[in-house]
């Protein structure tokens, strides 16, 4: 079974500034990865995911996230937060030919206007 | 178009009752799922269905726990003998494809809370 941590609960930031989280995964065979945002009363959603090609992958909103191999990462990146970007984050992976996504425990971030 | 809606919203029950959660997945999505997602943790996977057909149940906490999707479409999650620990929210998912690879769309959720 797979395993994904999240390396920070909570992050805080102000308008502007860059965002990066973290995201591991403990998996040795080939893997789907996905990020999911939950924003403030609405369901999960979509943001990103990566299967196959180009590890550099954009999503919706200006994200994107980087597969490395060798480090099982998959961290997600925004340049630029907006306040709308203040949502819990959360990493997922599925095993190829797996159905069910195994999830992290999420990062909530707060944007300060 | 709509998306996956669940119900109810909100479900308060005593412990040792029985409950009844429904989901409704998008018209046409062969696979369906369901989470729970206890507070401050991400979902956890439960159960599994492709059609009417329930391949996998590994995620399911004890045989208190029930799902069912009798004709492929709307499924139903019971659960017998509510204890304290079952409080959390229980999110549906579906998909159109038998693949992977494929984006799961997500419900609202039912918070249960057990007294």
């Known amino acids: 079974a797979q395993s994904v941590s999240q390396h920070n609960h909570h992050v805080i930031l102000s308008e502007a500034a860059s965002l990066e989280l973290g995201c591991n995964y403990s998996?040795?065979?080939?893997?789907?990865l996905f990020w999911y945002v939950q924003y403030p009363g609405q369901h999960l959603q979509l943001l990103l995911k990566?299967?196959?090609?180009?590890?550099l992958v954009k999503g919706i909103k200006g994200f994107e996230a980087e597969f490395i191999k060798s480090k099982f990462s998959f961290n997600l990146r925004k340049p630029s937060v907006q306040w709308s970007d203040t949502a819990e984050y959360f990493c997922?992976?599925?095993?190829?030919?797996?159905?069910?996504?195994?999830f992290g425990a999420g990062t909530t971030v707060t944007v300060r206007a | 178009g709509a998306g996956v809606s669940q119900s109810p919203r909100y479900k308060v029950a005593k412990r040792g009752q029985d409950v009844a959660l429904r989901c409704d997945p998008i018209?046409?999505?062969?696979?369906l799922f369901w989470y729970q997602q206890a507070l401050g943790q991400g979902p956890e996977f439960l159960t599994y269905?492709?059609?009417?057909?329930?391949?996998?149940k590994s995620g399911l906490p004890s045989d208190r726990f029930f799902a069912e999707r009798p004709e492929g479409s709307v499924s139903t999650l019971k659960i017998q003998r509510t204890q304290q620990e079952d409080s959390a929210v229980y999110l549906c998912?579906?998909?159109?494809?038998?693949?992977?690879?494929?984006?799961?769309?997500f419900g609202p959720g039912t918070r249960l809370t057990v007294t």
């Open positions: 998912a579906s998909s159109s494809r038998r693949d992977s690879r494929y984006e799961q769309y």
């Open positions: 998996y040795g065979g080939t893997v789907n």
């Open positions: 990566y299967f196959s090609g180009d590890p």
């Open positions: 997922a992976v599925n095993a190829q030919n797996d159905y069910k996504l195994s």
């Open positions: 018209s046409g999505h062969v696979s």
């Open positions: 269905f492709q059609n009417e057909a329930q391949l996998d």
